[in-house]
């Protein structure tokens, strides 16, 4: 359907969100792969004051859940230090994340660790200064809520 729509449109650009960074990961594949004429741009992800990120979905949070949604993000955040303080086991930190957000409500779909250029998953020996992403989709109540942070 989106090869669809860029053959009807013609686009020079394409700027996606980086907030569905596995999205942005395969349309940009998907251009360089079909050789199409069009720059593949992410956009930065806009956050509220608290991190939460901005999404039209956040309307479906009750009072609650509003206050209790920027924990997705704390979780994103203590994985990123746990990784750049030298931590190693990534599996470990995603099932910790994973945990403390079913215990603050969420009910996970997963926390990965992944490598942000083709999002393939990490051998476990990569440094905090390599290329890599901690993602993140959970439901908190009616909303799906997504996120991601670079390491």
Do not use: C
Not at 101 to 124: C, H, I
Request: charged content about 30%.
């Amino acid at each position: 359907m989106v090869l669809r729509l860029l053959g009807i449109v013609s686009p020079d650009v394409m700027v996606l969100g980086e907030k569905d960074y596995q999205q942005l990961v395969m349309l940009h594949r998907m251009v360089r792969d079909l050789q199409l004429p069009i720059k593949v741009v992410g956009g930065s992800i806009k956050r509220e004051r608290d991190g939460l990120a901005m999404s039209s979905r956040n309307r479906y949070l009750s009072a609650s859940e509003r206050r209790t949604a920027p924990k997705l993000h704390g979780e994103l955040k203590r994985v990123r230090e746990a990784l750049l303080d030298g931590e190693h086991d990534m599996r470990a930190l995603e099932a910790q994340a994973s945990r403390a957000l079913q215990a603050a409500g969420f009910d996970p779909e997963y926390v990965e660790v992944r490598r942000a250029g083709d999002l393939s998953r990490p051998n476990g020996m990569e440094s905090g200064g390599d290329d890599l992403i901690v993602l993140a989709a959970a439901w908190l109540g009616k909303a799906r809520l997504i996120d991601n942070l670079r390491i």
